[in-house]
């Protein structure tokens, strides 16, 4: 039986997960604003298709670089938390 002391979980385990999940997260709010930049490009080309063209698109465009960006740091956390795990 554990001492009264010693918690009954991994401390180091639920700090990693908790690391992981705000990576996930961090994840997800790449992709919520891609898709914000998706919806606002989409709307500029609907009601305005010849004066805010060049707008819409360029909001499009960013969305791609949001996500692209978002998913190159997302790996590149993942493999930071990864080689910081201590072994059991």
């Known amino acids: 039986m554990p001492s009264p002391t010693t918690p009954p979980y991994d401390q180091q385990l639920?700090?990693?997960?908790?690391?992981?999940?705000?990576?996930?997260?961090?994840?997800?709010?790449?992709?919520?604003?891609?898709?914000?930049l998706v919806?606002?490009?989409?709307?500029?080309?609907?009601?305005?298709?010849?004066?805010?063209?060049?707008?819409?698109?360029?909001?499009?465009a960013m969305a791609l670089v949001f996500m692209v960006v978002g998913w190159l740091r997302f790996r590149y956390h993942a493999r930071q938390i990864e080689r910081c795990r201590v072994p059991q």
């Open 14 to 36: 639920l700090a990693a997960a908790r690391t992981r999940l705000a990576n996930e997260r961090t994840l997800l709010t790449y992709v919520r604003t891609s898709l914000a």
């Open 39 to 60: 919806g606002f490009g989409l709307a500029l080309l609907q009601l305005e298709p010849h004066r805010a063209h060049t707008l819409g698109l360029g909001a499009i």
